[in-house]
């Protein structure tokens, strides 16, 4: 009989119900981006004013006409799990979605410019799948059991933000926004065990955590543009740290079928209400721009204070009794780093066709990870004299994580340990409408 079930530890996952640890903490702060790491400094690469208010607000100044626009977004995850230089597995998921709504209006005033704006869209995109399978042995090379190690994530923090841009002085634009942030994540582990050749009494056996932490909360930034000089205008963006309240609540299964038809539950939890807050990193952005119409280039640089994210919530360590927030800052600390991230976009705009392109690189805030984090922006808009428009757009992101997973058999066998590299590639292609009034 197969009794390597009487050692599961779940420590396969690196993660379990309760204690919380630092990957709770920035979870809320990673993912696809919604907006180019162009549009913290000084024009927004993918044509539209509405990215301003989530970047650097002193951008809405662009507008010159009131408009409305509208898209949905195709979104495409890929995870292609490498392991020993071999690409093991490569799935992937798909999914139509409504993606932003955006209304922004120029005012009249006596003197200078304002303009307001309201936008709803995501912040970040959770979206992420990985998954492993492979053949193992028990206690010789004929005793064959196949397992399988599923990882996927999906969800969105969304944003409804509210801001303004007034020009203060002749060449100098000052903005701020508000956003409240809603969302959730949905995150699922299952090791799957089976007996293909059918050697051991059991036929089936799942090993699975899901949890699901919802997100509500509350982020700022200001922003300053200057020309200057006629072709060149200096953007400058802060955000200041956001802060959420998640519940979260989550549950555990581990369950094993055997032949003769019957099954054994060894693990059967949920919990439910589990509530603590967390607070984002600040961001510092700073970006150059060049004008020789019908061009615009800009280069920007935008510090990601990973570091200074914190967790805060009235739990304990049930192994050590210490405070939840103590250990957290620590883990922290050890284990993640500030964000550097450079870009560089170009704008061409010859009435009525509008072309933009974006190119982001940075690191990743988990300091055991040495790729870097690669994201493009692709944009095409024409407008009709009518007043509607339409755009398209290509967003793509590209970042390594891993799938590391050690399960534990028998006293006398040592575990099974799996060093799994995935390439995770996040494409989401954006179809929308613009009404300019």
Do not use: C
Not at 9 to 37: E, H, K, N
Not at 98 to 125: D, M
Request: glycine letters at 8%; hydrophobic letters at 40%.
């Amino acid at each position: 009989m197969k009794t390597r079930m009487i050692f599961m530890t779940l420590l396969l996952w690196g993660v379990s119900l309760f204690p919380q640890d630092y990957l709770d903490a920035i979870r809320p702060f990673r993912g696809m981006r919604g907006i180019s790491g162009a549009e913290s400094g000084v024009i927004p690469a993918s044509m539209g004013a509405n990215n301003a208010l989530l970047g650097n607000p002193a951008l809405l100044t662009y507008a010159e006409k009131t408009y409305f626009s509208a898209d949905l977004s195709y979104d495409q995850v890929i995870g292609t799990s490498v392991f020993n230089s071999t690409v093991w597995e490569d799935p992937s998921t798909q999914k139509l979605r409504f993606n932003s709504l955006t209304h922004i209006k120029p005012l009249t005033v006596y003197r200078g410019a304002l303009v307001l704006g309201i936008n709803f869209q995501p912040v970040n995109s959770f979206h992420s799948i990985s998954q492993f399978s492979d053949f193992d042995y028990d206690f010789d090379p004929d005793s064959v059991f196949a397992y399988k190690h599923l990882h996927e994530e999906t969800g969105s923090l969304y944003a409804l933000t509210m801001g303004g841009s007034v020009l203060v002085t002749m060449n100098t634009s000052i903005g701020a926004s508000i956003s409240y942030l809603m969302g959730e994540n949905e995150f699922t582990r299952v090791y799957e065990e089976t007996d293909p050749d059918d050697i051991y009494t059991f036929s089936r056996f799942i090993d699975s955590l899901q949890f699901n932490p919802r997100y509500r909360g509350f982020g700022m930034r200001v922003g300053l543009l200057s020309e200057v000089s006629e072709t060149m205008n200096l953007g400058l963006s802060i955000e200041f740290p956001s802060r959420i309240s998640v519940t979260e609540s989550s549950s555990r299964d581990s369950i094993e079928w055997f032949d003769d038809g019957s099954s054994s539950s060894y693990y059967d939890e949920k919990w439910k209400g589990l509530d603590y807050a967390v607070w984002g990193p600040w961001r510092l952005g700073l970006g150059l721009g060049f004008i020789a119409e019908p061009l615009e280039a800009s280069v920007n640089y935008r510090f990601n204070s990973y570091r200074s994210i914190a967790f805060r919530g009235d739990m304990y360590d049930p192994e050590t009794g210490d405070n939840l927030e103590d250990v957290i800052d620590s883990q922290i600390k050890d284990n993640v780093q500030n964000v550097h991230e450079y870009s560089a976009s170009l704008l061409w705009t010859l009435d009525p066709l509008n072309l933009s392109f974006a190119a982001t690189l940075m690191n990743d805030p988990l300091n055991y990870r040495f790729d870097n984090i690669i994201h493009l922006d692709v944009g095409l808009g024409y407008q009709f004299r009518s007043g509607l428009g339409f755009t398209v757009a290509f967003r793509n992101e590209q970042w390594q994580s891993d799938l590391n997973h050690s399960v534990e058999r028998t006293p006398d066998l040592p575990a099974i340990e799996r060093s799994v590299d995935v390439e995770n590639t996040f494409s989401k292609f954006q179809f929308g409408i613009k009404y300019i009034l």
